[in-house]
């Protein structure tokens, strides 16, 4: 889970109940999650009892960055890895602290040198990369639903959530099959999720609707330990899922690939024509 926060952007919901809910839902499956965190968003007294709840569950706390600047085009490389060392000591005093960087929006960087000498500072502070094999865009999803509770506060949210399940189910089978045409076998899954309203309402109903579709939860911990995780693609620009990456460096699914993998560009239409 990417970005945790105290500013929701809607008064339905605090911090605080947001954050028990979605512990909650974990906890009641007894699974320890990854939660990638980003400083600039919790730093302050509110933000650190946030990310407390979060280690004394057990669950693993990782750097997300400060800034959560896209490291393309727009970020020099210095830019970027201060960025990065400047979030170490917001999260270093927690007990389950992993040496698990996420890239924010998934860009490793738009030229080799850039990705490379990135790399290389991660592998120096003993870093592996919280790599995703299932991106999404639920973050889009909980924008809509969140610009919708602003017009109409009583309106239904029911639809957001069955868009919001479609949506990841249909990303983790597409990404699910990908990886078996890739690798030529399975490897445990990571799916992106964000600290967002939708899921402190709908976490719960996500999980359910998983399991009756056959997946079956594990803890990021033990995800992390597969071998996948290690890979580097030689890609440019680099990033996105760890599968999309890899099915791009073999150059033979180009008529399946898009770039960037998930974005609000491809949920748009579907929820305009919905009414969402």
Not at 21 to 42: H, Q
Not at 79 to 108: C, Q, T, V
Not at 163 to 186: C, E, K, N
């Amino acid at each position: 889970m990417d970005d945790p926060t105290v500013d929701l952007q809607t008064p339905a919901i605090a911090w605080p109940e947001a954050n028990r809910r979605i512990l909650a839902a974990l906890s009641a499956r007894k699974i320890k999650a990854a939660l990638f965190v980003c400083g600039m968003r919790v730093d302050s007294a509110e933000g650190k009892q946030l990310i407390a709840a979060w280690d004394d569950a057990g669950h693993l706390i990782g750097n997300h960055s400060y800034s959560h600047l896209m490291y393309l085009n727009k970020t020099s490389y210095d830019d970027f890895a201060a960025d990065f060392l400047r979030n170490e000591p917001l999260i270093a005093p927690y007990r389950n602290r992993a040496s698990l960087f996420r890239y924010p929006f998934l860009k490793e960087g738009d030229t080799a040198e850039k990705r490379d000498r990135f790399r290389a500072l991660l592998k120096q502070r003993g870093y592996k990369v919280g790599h995703v094999t299932i991106d999404s865009s639920d973050w889009y999803v909980d924008q809509r639903m969140i610009e919708h509770l602003k017009k109409q506060p009583r309106a239904a949210l029911e639809p957001y959530r069955d868009y919001l399940i479609a949506h990841l189910l249909d990303r983790a089978s597409f990404y699910h099959q990908l990886t078996f045409d890739v690798l030529g076998h399975d490897v445990p899954h990571t799916i992106l999720v964000h600290y967002k309203m939708i899921h402190a309402l709908f976490l719960t109903d996500v999980m359910d609707a998983f399991e009756k579709a056959g997946w079956k939860w594990i803890d990021a911990s033990q995800a992390y330990e597969d071998p996948v995780f290690l890979r580097e693609p030689r890609t440019l620009p680099a990033g996105e899922s760890l599968i999309w990456a890899l099915a791009d460096e073999t150059g033979r699914f180009k008529n399946r690939l898009r770039w960037p993998g998930e974005d609000d560009t491809y949920e748009k239409p579907k929820m305009d024509a919905l009414g969402l």
